[in-house]
């Protein structure tokens, strides 16, 4: 398996998770019942993480106006990157805008214009 991830997916997962922990930091409250302040502060805790992943869905948003629609020329559907080089979201081909850096081994240092390998 490649280690990257098709960063529109990765941000995805992460506000996914974020529901998530949410949900569980909520439940755990519920066993402090007897503890009204330690309750509370599970249940502020876990709605903060929940308007966290609200956020970072509606920077997805703005991330996807942004980012371009490709088809992949390895698996042939369509998918979305973002910044110089990313991964196809389907069979994770790494995809890249820069002709430069065509052919050569997925980087994701390419993306961090000051730590660029020349
Ligand atoms: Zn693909």
Redesign the pocket.
Known sequence: MKPYKNKINRIRSFALSLIFIGVIVMYIGLFFRKYEIVMLLFMVLGVLAILASVVVYAWIGTLSTRAVQIV??????E?KMLGRVDM??????P?TMDPTLEGKDFDEIYNKPNKRKS
């Not at 992949?72 to 559907?77: E, M």
């Open positions: 992949c020329p390895n698996c042939g559907k998918t196809c979201g389907h069979c994770r081909e995809l």
